[in-house]
């Protein structure tokens, strides 16, 4: 991993360098971490994020599955719950349909029903997101049905220091952490100090500061609520950009209060926008700040269609830079 | 009257049958007091009982240690027993108290103890295949030397995941057996309606060590199981063991007429002819193990005792609400 | 079954009753109507509602199954898909789990991704609901996953009436959908005409009109709400309660037309409150009747914890006519 | 030059085996034609190459009725081509566009077609082993007498529910023939490392009729698969055909590099021993069934007949905007 010898606090570092670097890193610090999935060995994963794992740790550390979602995902709850720290990859977030059971029935739930006794500390990492012209099957963001399931926690990092900060406190949690990872993103470069450091979960990050309208962001959203903010800083106006970074626990505080500061919300979610996250940090925004705002909060996610292939349409299924701008300006009446 | 005396072998195993007769009598009697309780509605919801099926908890968690990993199915109470649990703390699980195993919180489909290794009775069918199978994925990293038993029903063999964990466990040579307990119904259906092929035939096709035993003798479940256990802790890889049995009672405690899925001379049959307990009771007398007097006393003494569990149960108090929110998150 | 010859119109059946007959008028109506899941021949599901169809329908018609619900739901699928009208009954509402990935990547998309060429017209029949003393994996509501998924309809009666009436749509529907019945109402009495009717999806039902307050409530929330209702209006209250009956699609304009009426609304399901139905419901509301509520939305679903078996822990983790009625009445200002 | 006339057998189906032969090559130049779109960026995605593998698709379809179904899988333009489908609207397709068999709505690993009885291609490794089983559930119901097959990787044998589907196909007796294609990898990673115990023992296990064929060979593939497809249509039950094969290309277009994981002797051997088309144009000519000249020429139609198509696929316009919104509900 040639990143490593980078020190200088100025160092860059992609979005999949920060994983693979929170990965090694928490791997050296206890033996009990291991990573179990499909072509994560040799091939380091489809995405090669893990690329140089095998190597360091050796094939009892990095297992290659057989195509067994269900399968190898409770072994890692069984594991979990022995002494290990499992860390299952579910390449594309698509299936984790087939991981439900172990993950909501058992993982989140041993705990409780253990009384306490119990406790599967693992993590799934997974991916999110469309448009790489990948079709209905390896396009969705489902994040939303984990973070519905009391027991589980849930991180969508949109930033490599983030990812790097979050993972490593994810994998020393001691609850089941489902960790979702943006495929467009992998190539994201950004800041990530050399040290040693974790970020803790349930704390929003502003991303950048703003007083005419708050865009609540998650994961790929991110980006584009940036992009949309400097837009609309060329025509005057101030657009605050928050990531609440994990879904569960969740940093409600910080959102409502930008809310109430700017009296201006859209929430903006790559998931479904029905019944999806956007209607819950929406609704939260809307009790919370409900005699601060200006405006309904707006929910901006994924169109009510399968994702579809064609890229001039499935171009369109998701709010981009554009959309966000236009929208945000016509909330704050220009 | 013929006076022989026992043979050495089973002077050498005396302890072990009583043990395993007392075990036996502890689950039946257990058992009976849990539909007692269902029957004077002082039981929430409902449960699954064992009752003609402890030869299999017994024969096979004798084999294990303390320390080893047991999980276990719906109808758990056996195998919780069986692998040491204690009698108070399930009833008080049972009735959702404070004191239960899990505070109340799971009652009887979720009855866990790390003291002895259970890993958790579970209320999905095969919910626990997986995590057996972690468990041996852990003792095989932290070679602790531990094996981890997987219990069953054959209803468990319609979900696919156990065919995902049985070949993962065999491509990582982990030490856990898969205990299917066929007792010849999932519900209200027949297992021959719900099961194509051969059951054994699907664990040796993923390269799996298997056997097929009397589920009603409780000496041939040990033995079998000691050779899977045995060949699973020295590293050569799991194993699977079919328990043929029968359950007398309903499919849970509230299943009272069930002449439409099964008649009443099959019952007869087997509570009379195969009944675990009786015949190696028959079994141990026999082999001058143990008088019938013995034995008459023995289970005055473990009918007592569940008695004396149910009624520190009853007495214990449920949690206080504000434990509800509590054991969410570790 | 016996209530057949009751034919005047004050008939008064159970809702096991009246989803038994729904099922038989479409049978003997179509026959590529069938139905796959396990205990549902002979024994007629442990719930005991399909007594009577095997005798009636036969062993061709009425399946019982192994306990494979991915396996089983998986063959409904391309059942439907080449003719039949497959009915799968998944026992308890917690074992969705494990039939994800036919539900969501195969039954709801397919119709997307083949360009409209191929449809699959099949109804899953399962249940939700808690206090019934089975412990955190039998008794989840977990329908907010699937209102989360486009290409599915969900549907969650609450009366035998509403029951009937739309399951029978469902069953003539093309698309995949998924009918919640709530365990605790199977005894349940109400009118039910003998005459054949059916209802269609989409449309809300106001269960009982009111000038003060919104109750919105779904499946097992709307007996608490008209209780909680009748509580109300004791104290000088009148509380409306609407019941949108069918998740997806999803009768907004009537929820909102009424708390803009009303000017408050409390939303109610059994579901958990986080990331569930309450939230996108109280998001559209907040934001479709913006400029009249005089009170932030407020959102009553199930507690943040996997269902604790112990009686009364449980009995504390959903909404009841006490909290409702508190709730509403604070809300009310009194 | 010996000129002994072809035997009455060979006589009897030259025709056939000329058409699969032209099969097979319309399936080799679709996919080339593939890679050079990808190559030349022309193509949105990726998309899984069938090269090496034409005979069992091919061998396959060839005993099928057009109404029969079948369902494919990510690698699944050669199950589409053999079963009918026509080259100019998979193109198409894969390039998004509204002429294509799914309005450009479904891609290459979603193409599916009624009038062929294609079901659908699936991007969930055995996502489609449940809708093919169904398939067939329909087929006895209706007493249509259709079969369906499913196409599976091998690695689809990691998925539980292709055992839960297996059995409940023979226990409802349906006619569906799942055809597992071994060609060794699963995207970077052996079987053998994913893949423990007996293949085809985990299709007896379950009761179903099982073979093994050398799936380069497709007249053995078609002698194989026919006496499945007949059990199938007569009412015997399910069936399993392995089929023991070699992607030549990269898991997709994308995977050049692939050293790490096999090497090029192996795959040069694969390419130079047991090409399926090779081989099967060495026997045709050995048998007279055609002369060197005459395949040559019908490799030249064939290639021409593809490039024709993808100028059909590139002129085509996309779709419309507003039909992003059409077709999610029936
Ligand atoms: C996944 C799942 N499906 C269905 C059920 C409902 N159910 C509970 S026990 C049972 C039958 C189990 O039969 P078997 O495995 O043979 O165990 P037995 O009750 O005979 O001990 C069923 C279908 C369940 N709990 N989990
Ligand atoms: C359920 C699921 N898990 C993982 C994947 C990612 N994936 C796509 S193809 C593939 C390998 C499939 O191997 P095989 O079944 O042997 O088919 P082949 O590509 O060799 O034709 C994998 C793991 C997937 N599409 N679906
Ligand atoms: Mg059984
Ligand atoms: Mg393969």
Request: overall charge negative.
């Amino acid at each position: 991993m040639p990143e490593m010898s980078v020190t200088t606090d100025q160092r860059e570092i992609t979005f999949a360098q920060a994983i693979r670097e929170a990965l090694a890193e928490e791997m050296r610090r206890d033996p009990t971490v291991c990573i179990l999935g499909e072509d994560v060995a040799e091939a380091g994963t489809p995405f090669k994020v893990l690329a140089g794992l095998l190597e360091e740790f050796g094939k009892d550390r990095v297992l290659d599955t057989p195509i067994s979602e269900a399968g190898f995902t409770g072994l890692a709850v069984g594991a979990a719950m022995t002494g290990m720290r499992p860390i299952v990859d579910i390449m594309f977030g698509d299936f984790i349909t087939l991981t439900m059971d172990q993950m909501v029935n058992q993982a989140a739930k041993v705990h409780y029903m253990s009384g306490g006794h119990w406790k599967a500390p693992m993590v799934m990492r997974t991916t999110l997101g469309a448009t790489r012209r990948s079709a209905a099957q390896h396009s969705q963001s489902l994040h939303a049905w984990f973070c519905h399931v009391p027991g589980l926690k849930v991180i969508l990092p949109s930033t490599p220091y983030d990812a790097k900060g979050l993972l490593k406190t994810a994998i020393r949690d001691d609850n089941p952490v489902v960790f979702f990872e943006d495929k467009m993103m992998y190539k994201l470069k950004g800041h990530v100090p050399a040290a040693d450091y974790t970020l803790p979960l349930g704390v929003a990050d502003v991303k950048r500061e703003g007083e005419d309208i708050t865009l609540v962001a998650t994961s790929s959203m991110v980006q584009v609520a940036l992009g949309a903010a400097a837009m609309l800083e060329e025509i005057g106006i101030s657009a605050e950009v928050v990531d609440p970074r994990t879904l569960w626990p969740l940093d409600e505080n910080t959102l409502i209060q930008s809310a109430r500061k700017t009296s201006r919300a859209i929430v903006l979610d790559e998931g479904y926008e029905r019944y999806g996250v956007t209607a819950e940090i929406a609704s939260l925004i809307a009790a919370g700040a409900f005699y601060d705002l200006d405006a309904p909060v707006k929910r901006m996610g994924a169109m009510h269609v399968p994702i579809p292939f064609s890229p001039p349409l499935e171009d369109m299924t998701v709010p981009t830079e554009q959309t966000v701008f236009e929208a945000a300006r016509k909330m704050c009446g220009r | 009257m013929t006076s022989l005396a026992p043979t050495p072998q089973v002077i050498e195993k005396a302890e072990l049958w009583l043990r395993m007769y007392r075990q036996m009598l502890a689950i039946r009697f257990f058992e009976n007091q849990v539909n007692e309780l269902y029957t004077r509605a002082l039981m929430p919801g409902l449960a699954h009982l064992y009752i003609g099926e402890e030869a299999v908890a017994v024969g096979v968690c004798e084999t294990l240690e303390r320390t080893d990993y047991i999980t276990s199915t719906h109808r758990g109470h056996g195998h919780c027993l069986a692998k040491g649990a204690s009698p108070d703390l399930m009833f008080a699980e049972l009735l959702g108290k404070k004191a239960g195993y899990c505070k109340g919180k799971g009652g009887s489909m979720h009855i866990a103890d790390p003291a002895t290794g259970n890993l958790g009775a579970n209320a999905i069918v095969c919910g626990s295949a997986g995590i057996a199978t972690g468990a041996a994925f852990s003792a095989k990293r932290l070679a602790n030397g531990r094996v981890s038993v997987c219990f069953i029903g054959e209803g468990a063999l319609g979900q696919g995941v156990l065919y995902e964990v049985m070949n993962l466990a065999e491509l990582f040579k982990l030490p856990v057996i898969y205990v299917c307990e066929n007792n010849l119904y999932s519900e209200y259906t027949h297992f021959s309606e719900t099961t194509a092929g051969d059951i054994l035939a699907r664990a040796t096709a993923f390269g799996l060590h298997a056997a097929s035993v009397d589920g009603q003798n409780v000496r041939a479940v040990y033995e079998h199981a000691q050779i899977l256990v045995e060949r699973a802790r020295r590293g050569a890889g799991p194993g699977f063991l079919l328990c043929n049995t029968y359950r007398y009672h309903g499919h849970h405690v509230g299943d009272i007429n069930r002449e439409y899925y099964r008649s009443r001379r099959e019952e007869q049959t087997w509570k009379t002819e195969r009944d675990p307990i009786a015949n190696f009771a028959k079994w141990l007398i026999e082999q001058k193990v143990a008088t019938v007097k013995e034995l008459d006393e023995l289970s005055a003494r473990v009918e007592t005792e569940m008695k004396k569990a149910v009624e520190f149960a009853m007495a214990t108090p449920y949690p206080s609400p504000d434990e509800v929110a509590e054991d969410v998150y570790a």
